[in-house]
């Protein structure tokens, strides 16, 4: 008995961090997830390691689970939805004895490793946008980048998510891992749709500007056309899936961590349930983290930006069959074996200056750094 005792006590408190490398090293995908002025961290995990992919246009609708949507779907980066097999909160984890089946290899995308633009590069992407829409080609663009960091001796995964909780309370902080993509860690600000069986919410967010005392109010002309050009693309792409006109509110100023924002709210009352995979596409991606015209927009960023997006400035949350959060996938990295690569970008219009737009980018890559030296 005495022995039976020792063993119980000499068990591992389990954890995030041992969820999470319990998960890892059984190839099962999993998603922590803790939403907006929230403080209860959700917990989704597979008991397999098969993923579930699904196409555009297909209709999710009805699916429950984590989803998890790149930028553009191609043959490397392709939608998906975690299961919730195991479906909990950080507070009550289950005995870390639940894989069934059979292990399977890690099977990780077969993609070139990513580049990281010089500053001149970069600068050269933004006045190429900037020609581009002199010639009224678009009019707006978003040029994004990597930034490549070293990864920290001994860093953990789930302790930088649990960092990246308490510095962030106003975001939606999320850790997915899956087999073929690895690990991605984000603190977004931007919400793509929230939606219930009463009301469909969504938002319209851009200018950026750092955090600091006195400039809460001091918006350039070029940043709040920035912000319009969103909201009026918003409110006519759901034209016709409503009745009526949305409740508008706003633009006022957003704080998330040490970036300000404009923000915009509409609220529909009127769209049923079952049309919110619909209105996700329909919204997606919006002019805050490709451009316009969007078909235009995205092309050029395919052909242009040096760095794959992936996941970033796609879209990613958890799914039911009465209530939908789903956040663009902003302010977050991806972890390899030996490095951090941080996601960034910028809105380039007619007003734009390359040098501001990169030092722009490099606020916007504090919002991880920062966590980092905690």
Known sequence: MRQTILALNSLPDINLSTFFQYCVSKNLPLAFYRLPQQKVVQVLAQKKPTLKYYADGANVSSLKGFLFAPFQQDKNFKRFIIQPDIETTSAALPELNFATGKRTSTTKSKTKEPKEATKEEYKDLVKKIRLNIEKERFRKIVAARIIKKKKPTGF?????????????????????????????????PEVLLQMDEHRMTTYSLAGTQANVNGNANHWTGKERDEQQLISDYIQTSLKKLTLKEPVVKGPETMKAGNLLHLLTTFSYPDIAFNKWSTIAEKLHPTPAIAGLPKKEAIDFILKNEIAPRGFYSGYLGPVSDSKVNLFVNLRCMSVTEKELVLHVGSGITSGSKPTDEWRETKLKAQTLLEVLKK
């Open 156 to 188: 953990n995964s789930g302790h930088f998510f649990e960092q990246l909780c308490k510095t962030y309370p106003e975001a939606f902080v999320s850790l997915v891992f899956t087999p073929e993509y690895g690990t991605w860690l984000g603190a977004s």
